[in-house]
C-alpha cells in the first residue's frame, strides 16, 4: 500500500509577522491626543446627525464610507436642506477635492518597492487630516516596505473606533445637551488648524495658513458663496510667492 503522505506544516514568513508587528504599531496611535480630538469632534458629529433626522444606521454607513468629517457634515446639511441627488453629490465631491493634494503627497511616502497598486488604492479611503498627520510625522521612522501595514493599523483603528463612538452616541443621545455636541464639535477646526502648522515641513504650509486667516473675513464678506475658495487660492498663492522669492534669495547669496 502506498504510504500516505502528511500534510505539510504551515509556516508564516518573517515578512507576515513584521507587517502584523506594524499595523498594531499603527493602531496605538489611537492612544493619543489627535485620535482623543477626533472622537469628540465625532461625538459633536453625531449630535449634528441626531438633530438633522439621520438614522444610526445612515450616520454609521457614512462614518465607514465617507472618511473626512466636513464631506459627512456637507452632505447632512444638503439632505436637510432638500437639494436633489446630483447637487449633493457635487457639493460633498467639492467638499473633498481638497483631499487630492494630501494623497498625492502622502502616497510616495507609502509605496514600497513591492507595494501594489489595489494596496495604495484601499489606503487611499483613510486619508483625512487626521490620519495624514499622523503618518506624514511617523512615516520617515517606519522602514520603507512596512509603511502601507503602519498606515492601515492608523486608518483602520480611526475609523472603527470612531464608528463604536457613533453607536454610543445614539445610544446615550438623550444624556447630552445641544450645547454640549457644539462644544465638542468645534474641537474639529482647532485641532485642524495647529495640528496642519506642526506638520508644516516648510514654511511655505504656515505662510499659507496665516494667509487664509487674515483673507477669509474680507473673502467671506465680498463674496459668501465663494469666500472658501477665494481664501485657499489666494493663500495659497501667496505661500507660493514667498517661498519663491526665499528661494530665489538663497541662491543669489
Known amino acids: 500500500m502506498p504510504l500516505s503522505r502528511s500534510p505539510q506544516p504551515v509556516y508564516s514568513s518573517p515578512d507576515d509577522s513584521r507587517h502584523l508587528r506594524w499595523f498594531l504599531r499603527g493602531t496605538r496611535r489611537i492612544a493619543s491626543i489627535p485620535a482623543v480630538l477626533l472622537m469628540s ?146 474641537l474639529t477646526p482647532m485641532y485642524f488648524l495647529t495640528s496642519l502648522w506642526r506638520s508644516a515641513r516648510e514654511r511655505a504650509g504656515q505662510v499659507a495658513m496665516l494667509s487664509g486667516i487674515a483673507l477669509l473675513p474680507a473673502f467671506h464678506y465680498l463674496a459668501p458663496g465663494y469666500d472658501l475658495l477665494l481664501t485657499g487660492i489666494s493663500g495659497g498663492l501667496i505661500a507660493f510667492a514667498v517661498h519663491r522669492s526665499g528661494t530665489v534669495w538663497k541662491r543669489e547669496k
Do not use: D
Not at 69 to 84: D, E, N, R
Not at 91 to 102: I, K
Not at 149 to 160: D, E, N, R
Open 41 to 186: 469632534s465625532f461625538v459633536g458629529f453625531a449630535g449634528l446627525a441626531i438633530q438633522s433626522g439621520m438614522s444610526m444606521g445612515q450616520t454609521v454607513f457614512m462614518t465607514l464610507t465617507m472618511w473626512a468629517l466636513p464631506a459627512k457634515v456637507v452632505l447632512i446639511g444638503a439632505v436637510s436642506a432638500g437639494a436633489s441627488l446630483p447637487a449633493i453629490a457635487l457639493a460633498v465631491g467639492l467638499s473633498s477635492v481638497r483631499l487630492m493634494p494630501m494623497v498625492v503627497a502622502l502616497l510616495p511616502e507609502l509605496k514600497g518597492p513591492r507595494t501594489r497598486m489595489l494596496t495604495l488604492a484601499f489606503l487611499c479611503h483613510f486619508v483625512a487630516v487626521t490620519a495624514w498627520v499622523m503618518a506624514m510625522e511617523e512615516l520617515r521612522n517606519v522602514p520603507r516596505n512596512m509603511r502601507t501595514s503602519y498606515f492601515a493599523g492608523i486608518g483602520t483603528v480611526l475609523v472603527g473606533t470612531n464608528t463604536l463612538v457613533v453607536v454610543a452616541v445614539y445610544m446615550l443621545s438623550a444624556s447630552f445637551s445641544p450645547i454640549v455636541f457644539a462644544a465638542l464639535f468645534m
